[in-house]
């Protein structure tokens, strides 16, 4: 625990498999830098979450969650009704398994990689902080592209239109 909170990692891997009309297998964009690796896999895509365990002379990760999150929407599909929205991204399911985690223990910090830095996931964070009373903080690192804005000036008195951003920041 840090300063009372429990503190849990998650992260994304891509199992590949052989079979191709196996259910949940898809087409994978192969993100590692060996080059012996192909640009593509067919495979799983899982999700797993898990809470840092022991002392300070040995952590362990016990997993809380582990579940398979990309090519599963035709079978979701066969449950649902036709105005029932889509299934959320990997990103973002992984934002929404943090956070029922982080409702058994209150407070918690999440620690991700940089990849899951992203506006729906910091949108769906939100959404979770409103609807509940549990409180999650994500740990990660910023992407080296990020660029901030300042909020953009008011709208002028003449009707021309807003500026949806602002100067930028260094």
């Known amino acids: 625990m840090i300063q009372n909170r429990v503190v849990l990692v998650g992260d994304g891997m891509k199992q590949a ?9 898809k087409k994978l964009h192969q993100e590692s830098e060996n080059v012996s690796k192909g640009d593509y896999i067919f495979g799983h895509l899982f999700g797993a ?9 040995k952590w ?50 999440l620690l991700l990689d940089r990849y899951f830095l992203s506006v729906p996931a910091l949108e769906r964070l939100n959404a979770c902080h409103l609807a509940s009373e ?3 903080h994500l740990v990660t ?23 949806k951003k602002g100067m930028r920041s260094n």
């Open 141 to 163: 690192k910023a992407k080296s592209n990020v660029v901030a804005y300042e909020r953009p000036r008011r709208r002028s008195r003449d009707g021309a239109n807003r500026r």
């Open 49 to 57: 979450i898990g809470i840092l365990v022991g002392d300070s002379r």
């Open 134 to 136: 549990t409180r999650m």
């Open 60 to 109: 362990f990760c016990l997993s809380l969650f582990m579940n398979l999150q990309d090519g599963v929407q035709t079978i979701l599909g066969w449950k649902k009704s036709r105005g029932e929205a889509q299934t959320p991204s990997h990103v973002v399911q992984m934002i929404e398994q943090g956070f029922e985690a982080a409702k058994g223990f209150g407070q918690a910090l």
């Open 17 to 25: 498999k052989e079979g191709r009309r196996m259910s949940g297998v």
